[in-house]
T-cell receptor
Framework: GAVVSQHPSRVICKSGTSVKIECRSLDFQATTMFWYRQFPKQSLMLMATSNEGSKATYEQGVEKDKFLINHASLTLSTLTVTSAHPEDSSFYIC???????????FGSGTQLSVL | DQQVKQNSPSLSVQEGRISILNCDYTNSMFDYFLWYKKYPAEGPTFLISISSIKDKNEDGRFTVFLNKSAKHLSLHIVPSQPGDSAVYFCAATSGSGTYKYIFGTGTRLKVLA
């Protein structure tokens, strides 16, 4: 089956630093990737939609200067949390839409802890 | 405003019995619904879906029922197996082609051997 690799799985950083999370579709092309965050005991909340070669579309309330998304190729999207603060601590997960069968496949997520 | 709700955070079922997971939604524009299964430290994996033009979709041990008038869907697993123990998320979309899925908060299913 289609595999989405998300890296790193866990990151701890100091307040004020930036963290980059990668999302790769390993055996398929993904024209669209999605980034979500999940707080404990809450649902996956869509943050932004990332289309290859164009600017990401952010959901209401998500700061695009804070969460930089780059989708430079059909197999890679990155989310950079800039100047991270403790309130950015969360579980971040990506999904990739298969360009042929249009199904969504999820990465395994990244647990970000900002000290 | 939580548009997709899973009111039961957890459910325990004996092996071999039926598991019923419920999901309610508020947005009448939703016309496509999905169930995902998630194991710890893994991403959600697709389980089964249903379009609003249907009221039932079956795939092996998994059946999803949709009641549009009640804005309610349910996932039935029968017979339940210990390997089914996971967190189950329902998701909904308006099918506008954007694939913007709205997820519920999840229900943790534990199947007891």
């Amino acid at each position: 089956g289609a595999v989405v690799s998300q890296h790193p799985s866990r990151v701890i950083c100091k307040s004020g630093t930036s963290v980059k999370i990668e999302c790769r579709s390993l055996d398929f092309q993904a024209t669209t990737m999605f980034w979500y965050r999940q707080f404990p005991k809450q649902s996956l909340m869509l943050m932004a939609t990332s289309n290859e070669g164009s600017k990401a579309t952010y959901e209401q309330g998500v700061e695009k200067d804070k969460f930089l998304i780059n989708h430079a190729s059909l197999t890679l999207s990155t989310l950079t949390v800039t100047s991270a603060h403790p309130e950015d601590s969360s579980f971040y997960i990506c999904s990739a839409r298969h360009s042929k069968n249009e199904k969504l496949f999820f990465g395994s997520g990244t647990q970000l802890s900002v000290l | 405003d939580q548009q997709v709700k899973q009111n039961s955070p957890s459910l325990s079922v004996q092996e071999g019995r039926i598991s019923i997971l419920n999901c309610d939604y508020t947005n009448s524009m939703f016309d496509y619904f999905l169930w995902y299964k998630k194991y710890p430290a893994e991403g959600p994996t697709f389980l089964i879906s249903i379009s609003s033009i249907k009221d039932k979709n079956e795939d092996g041990r998994f059946t999803v029922f949709l009641n549009k008038s009640a804005k309610h869907l349910s996932l039935h697993i029968v017979p339940s197996q210990p390997g089914d123990s996971a967190v189950y998320f329902c998701a909904a979309t308006s099918g506008s082609g954007t694939y913007k899925y709205i997820f519920g908060t999840g229900t943790r299913l534990k199947v007891l051997a």
